[in-house]
């Protein structure tokens, strides 16, 4: 079994011993509760997480999605600097650690981690469910705040996921800088919407500024091609839906798809992607149409039939968020 297998099965153990004792209806209507709050559908007078039920159900719920998104980044990360591997971690705003899980998937062995939250039931959780993950059982789990005013520590690498939609403009821009001056390594995750892709188009902007390359998933550290507005740049990772997640959202499949938007950035000597599968590959009779983001900074469209052999099967195999060509051809 490889590690990034049996890190995601230790995660989902992790996550189902939690809801052990917790009836399903309790869980279920805590979840629905914090899903609303978070979207401002409910007053915000209290706190969001009340208690270690309301974590727990929550993580057990929104963990496992987070850690594909993440894991799915790094993983692209990482084929752009093969010959490197981070000797400690910053997760900011982490909260239970989904990020710290991902980066243990990616990179094996044991590193300084340090996880930065504000909330301190979620933070209690994270400790607790790292005892299941044998490189972050020395992890530093910290409530701080997070945004202007705050320094971090210097790290290899800093993560930054499903934060910055939490912070004021002048918050995120804060922490970004923060990071940047911090870390060799940057990876920014948020949601895969319109405002998500903004937010990361924002922080990569900062990075760059801050004499970053772009490793990932752009083939190139110049200015986005998508005229804003237009379109967004974002991402599809695969996660096994538990009993949880199908009380909570109902049907009956054993999966959904996460969406996401990321930017990974670096001051290291970094090899991109040729170009970068930026849509789902729509497969016809004889023939794959690919949508590529490549490193001349355009947008095309690529079709690849039969005749190009072995590149033709390739295609065929292609998924949203490759690179291409693959590199053995």
Known sequence: MNVSVSVAESLRGALAGLLDGLP???????????????????????????????????????????????????EAFADAVPEWAPGSHLDVGGGTGAATWAVSAV??????????????????LGREIADANP?????RWERARIGAGRTLDEADLVTVSYV????????RAALVDSAAAAARSVVIVEAGTPAGYARVIEARDRLVDAGFRVAAPCPHSAACPIVPGSDWCHFSARVSRSSLHRQVKGGSLAYEDEKFSYVAATRLPVTP?????????????????????EADERLAKSTVTKRHGDLYKAARDADWGDPWPPAEQ
């Open 24 to 74: 399903p209806r309790q869980a279920a209507g805590a979840v629905e509760r914090l899903i609303a709050n978070y979207r401002g559908a409910t007053p915000t007078d209290a706190p969001i997480l009340r208690d270690r039920a309301d974590v727990a159900a929550y993580a057990a719920y929104r963990m496992p999605a987070t850690f594909e998104a993440v894991r799915s980044a790094l």
């Open 135 to 139: 490189a972050l059982r020395e992890a």
């Open 164 to 171: 910055l939609n939490e912070l004021t403009e002048a918050d």
């Open 273 to 293: 992607a040729a170009s970068r599968v930026v849509r789902r590959p729509q497969i016809r009779k004889g023939q794959v149409l690919l949508d590529l983001c």
């Open 107 to 124: 990179w094996g062995g044991e590193r300084s981690v340090t996880v930065l939250d504000w909330a301190e039931p979620a933070l209690a």
